[in-house]
């Protein structure tokens, strides 16, 4: 949706903000026994979030009809404020992830899942940003997707779902130099 400068630029802010409060309190309940878990279950679900950005981006922004209306202005429009407003994705993340998690679990193992989860969706929209507003350097990564997202938009919409990563198109068969 269509956002004001602060609504768009808040993920920023606070998404660093929790993840570092999220993380502090989840090592400290983990302690010193559990710590190593904890990061290992951080990264597990970190490198989760490059499958669930492509499925999101695949089957979400390209056939809900609400959202993939959004969608389409955002690859017409690639610069205007566009996005999923913080205290709604942060939302999504809490009812999604952190709370069955810890229901089920406990709030350190719910606070490493939601912290990968999180630190990888900050990535994405880190990501998503600096290709849409910055001109990175040839040949360097961030070139690269940025060349492989100008394609998505311009060429082939039903190629490159991954921002972040190549890795689930290739997988799936929908990567497009």
Same mark, same amino acid.
């Given at each position: 949706?269509?956002?004001?400068?602060?609504?768009?630029?808040?993920?920023? @802010?606070?998404?660093?903000?929790?993840?570092?409060? +999220?993380?502090?309190?989840? +090592? /400290?309940?983990?302690?010193?026994?559990?710590?190593?878990?904890?990061?290992?279950? &951080? &990264?597990?679900?970190?490198?989760?979030?490059?499958?669930?950005?492509?499925?999101?981006?695949?089957?979400?922004? =390209? %056939?809900?009809?609400? /959202?993939? !209306?959004?969608? !389409?202005? *955002?690859?017409?429009?690639?610069?205007?404020?566009?996005?999923?407003?913080?205290?709604?994705?942060?939302?999504?993340? #809490?009812?999604?992830?952190?709370?069955?998690?810890?229901? @089920?679990?406990?709030?350190?193992?719910?606070? #490493?899942?939601?912290?990968?989860?999180?630190?990888?969706?900050?990535?994405? /929209?880190?990501? %998503? =940003?600096?290709?849409?507003?910055? *001109?990175? #350097?040839?040949?360097?990564?961030?070139?690269?997707?940025?060349?492989? *997202?100008?394609? =998505?938009? *311009? /060429?082939? !919409?039903?190629?490159?779902?991954?921002?972040?990563?190549?890795?689930? !198109?290739?997988?799936?068969?929908? #990567?497009?130099?």
């Amino acid at each position: 949706m269509q956002l004001g400068l602060i609504g768009y630029y808040s993920d920023f @802010v606070v998404y660093p903000l929790v993840i570092a409060i +999220l993380g502090v309190a989840g +090592l /400290i309940e983990a302690g010193e026994e559990g710590a190593p878990d904890w990061v290992g279950t &951080m &990264m597990i679900c970190l490198g989760l979030w490059t499958l669930i950005e492509y499925v999101l981006h695949r089957f979400v922004l =390209h %056939h809900v009809p609400w /959202i993939r !209306d959004l969608h !389409d202005r *955002h690859h017409v429009e690639e610069r205007s404020p566009v996005g999923t407003p913080t205290w709604l994705s942060l939302g999504v993340h #809490a009812l999604v992830a952190f709370l069955p998690v810890w229901v @089920v679990s406990d709030f350190a193992t719910a606070s #490493a899942v939601s912290c990968g989860l999180m630190l990888g969706y900050l990535w994405y /929209i880190s990501v %998503h =940003h600096m290709i849409h507003h910055w *001109h990175p #350097a040839h040949p360097s990564y961030l070139y690269t997707l940025k060349r492989r *997202h100008a394609v =998505h938009h *311009h /060429i082939d !919409d039903n190629a490159n779902f991954g921002v972040t990563s190549i890795f689930w !198109d290739r997988i799936f068969g929908t #990567a497009r130099l």
